[in-house]
């Protein structure tokens, strides 16, 4: 190449790379949240429901329920579960009148039922410790109160 042909391409690629580096704007980036629970615009919560629902692809297929996650029971299945706490009312009944005394106060001492221990010691001073056993388990709760 020729000097003044170089000269001249050297020109050329000046001035085309002058022109592309113009004045560069810019501004600072802002964060605006979406997600009400976030902080963003209560109005969006719908949209995101909608969203979340429509890409929602898992179904347990052990779960034979409707949409809001409720199955009506039949009047025979409430019947069962009503019978069931009026049975559980009347045996924690029975249990409580051997470890309660005629004025409401606890009584000391050990009471067996099928599947539980509960003891009930006094401490002094006005506190009993009551522990309950399951004897299936093992497991153990304790806590104080006063006899008073």
Known sequence: ???TASKSLRAALLLAASSLAGQSMASELIYYPRNPSFGGNPAYGHV????????????????????DGFREKTPLEQFNETLERQVIN??????????IG????????????ENFIINIADMGNGFLNVTTTDK????????IVSSQ
């Open 136 to 143: 299936l388990t093992g497991a153990t709760t304790s806590f």
């Open 1 to 3: 190449m020729s000097p």
């Open 102 to 113: 005629p004025n409401g106060n606890l009584i000391p001492g050990n009471l067996e039922t």
């Open 48 to 67: 995101l429901l909608n969203s979340a629902l429509a890409t929602k692809k898992h179904k347990d297929p052990d779960l034979d329920l409707p949409i």
């Open 90 to 99: 009347r045996l924690t009944t029975a249990a409580t009148a051997k470890i």
